[in-house]
T-cell receptor, first 113, second 113 residues
Framework: DAGVIQSPRHEVTEMGQEVTLRCKPISGHNSLFWYRQTMMRGLELLIYFNNNVPIDDSGMPEDRFSAKMPNASFSTLKIQPSEPRDSAVYFC???????????FGPGTRLTVL | GESVGLHLPTLSVQEGDNSIINCAYSNSASDYFIWYKQESGKGPQFIIDIRSNMDKRQGQRVTVLLNKTVKHLSLQIAATQPGDSAVYFCAENRERGNEKLTFGTGTRLTIIP
């Protein structure tokens, strides 16, 4: 099993640009989670989907952030426009059922200049 | 100027010794707890979990203890190895029916050869 796949692994962009992060969950998993990790705030859940439907987006910082899951094997997290304070490592995770362990991807390190 | 970030507790243990990492949680309604290990440059990796109807659970070289009275969780690692060096996070599920996990700030464990 390839595990959770995220792309790109590293992204450097300039303030104001649109950034799109991508995630492919483990095949057969029906829950997908987007997390952000920073030194200031630690690891925070941004949003999670169950069966492609957003369930809890209370962690999404503001309207500049949006997430989609058009099908069971793909999700995107978009930041538009990006700001330097968005610099962080963004993780995607998936789980097979409610209450089961979450498997994390390798993360995308985002730097906004 | 110097940036202010989360203060990450650290623990140094001699190789072969046992280590104990502690975590306090705040929500008495939390019913599911997980320990994750995060190595440098990687995503968190599941170690062991425990539900609130248990007070102890054992895995391979790891034991999780749950004290609901004082809202305390601990991870014991026996016979530590250099590969155990990492940041360890406890996480709790605070809402039944919601898969959202709330992560602690983490503890950096260093195994001294």
């Amino acid at each position: 099993d390839a595990g959770v796949i995220q792309s790109p692994r590293h992204e450097v962009t300039e303030m104001g640009q649109e950034v799109t992060l991508r995630c492919k969950p483990i095949s057969g998993h029906n829950s997908l989670f987007w997390y952000r990790q920073t030194m200031m705030r630690g690891l925070e859940l941004l949003i999670y989907f169950n069966n492609n439907v957003p369930i809890d987006d209370s962690g999404m910082p503001e309207d500049r952030f949006s997430a989609k899951m058009p099908n069971a094997s793909f999700s995107t997290l978009k930041i538009q426009p990006s700001e330097p304070r968005d610099s962080a490592v963004y993780f995607c995770a998936s789980s097979s059922a409610s209450g089961d362990e979450q498997f994390f991807g390798p993360g995308t390190r985002l730097t906004v200049l | 100027g110097e940036s202010v970030g989360l203060h990450l507790p650290t623990l140094s243990v001699q190789e072969g010794d046992n280590s104990i990492i502690n975590c306090a949680y705040s929500n008495s309604a939390s019913d599911y707890f997980i320990w994750y290990k995060q190595e440098s440059g990687k995503g968190p990796q599941f170690i062991i979990d425990i539900r609130s109807n248990m007070d102890k659970r054992q895995g391979q070289r790891v034991t999780v203890l749950l004290n609901k009275t004082v809202k305390h969780l601990s991870l014991q690692i026996a016979a530590t190895q250099p590969g155990d060096s990492a940041v360890y996070f406890c996480a709790e599920n605070r809402e039944r029916g919601n898969e959202k996990l709330t992560f602690g700030t983490g503890t950096r464990l260093t195994i001294i050869p």
